[in-house]
């Protein structure tokens, strides 16, 4: 069993996402250990980008706020290392192909394995050009996370066939962000999933209440929270911590 098939071995799993470098590193590094330490069973790390196509408003916001504070790729590898003294639950990327090609993919995947990232997430690659990524995570053992959306449709066979680590299911159409209410049929789509694997599926987009945690984990393997946590650090700044803790711990309960 991977480490982050772990995560999801105790439960319905609940998965924090935090934008590295918003409002500063060292801000970002007391968050995941709040999270951590309040319940989070796997923490996805956002690496910031200029153009962050699949994010809503709130997140654009932090990646800017970030890259304006002058955090960079190597910065966040030396943020994981320190992280990696103490926080042992599985830790994911989620960025931008570009991020990954100017670095170089080798070079940043291999870091990835050596610093202790148990997981990438690329929303801008397509499962048919996701090749040239996969090859390279499977050398250094560091799963290539796979998305399915509502509207993958005939292709929710194909992609959960060669999926690992966990499969990230979108819960509604269009960029990240709070929404009031999800209206779509996710249990339908995990069925199709169930026919083709039994790796963890976890539900993201829009969830930011207890209520629509428990409803999601209802019918998935975990839940993710990314908008609502990135407002509570856009609101409280440094003092985030402790905040995004109690918001974690009420979620993990919610589950």
């Known amino acids: 069993m991977t480490k982050i098939q772990q995560a999801f071995a105790k439960g319905k799993a609940f998965i924090p996402f935090i934008t590295c470098g918003d409002p500063d590193l060292d801000t970002t590094a007391a968050v995941v250990r709040a999270a951590a330490a309040n319940g989070a069973d796997l923490i996805e ?77 690329l929303p801008d690659i397509p499962f048919e050009e996701k090749e040239e990524f996969l090859s390279v995570c499977h050398q250094y053992d560091v799963a290539l996370i796979s998305l399915i959306a509502p509207t993958s449709e005939n292709r929710i066979g194909m992609i959960a066939k060669e999926a690992e680590g966990f499969i990230y299911l979108v819960s509604s159409l269009g960029v990240t962000g709070v929404r009031s209410e999800i209206k779509t049929d996710l249990s339908a789509i995990v069925k199709v999933i169930r026919q083709y694997t039994d790796i963890p599926v976890a539900i993201g987009f829009g969830i930011s209440n207890p209520q629509q945690a428990h409803d999601m984990a209802a019918v998935s393997d975990g839940v993710i929270v990314g908008s609502a946590i990135v407002k509570l650090i856009e609101q409280y700044g440094q003092e985030a911590p402790a905040p995004v803790g109690d918001f974690v711990r009420a979620m993990k309960e919610a589950l």
Request: hydrophobic share 45%; glycine share 12%; aromatic share 10%.
């Open 45 to 121: 790390l956002g690496i910031p980008f200029s153009d962050p196509t699949a994010e809503g408003p709130v997140i654009q916001g932090a990646n800017l706020r970030a890259l304006q504070g002058g955090v960079n790729t190597n910065k966040i590898f030396d943020l994981v290392r320190e992280l990696r003294k103490d926080v042992t639950v599985p830790l994911v990327f989620m960025t931008y192909a570009n991020v990954v090609f100017s670095y170089g993919a080798e070079k940043f995947i291999g870091t990835c394995a050596d610093i202790g990232i148990d997981g990438l997430i």
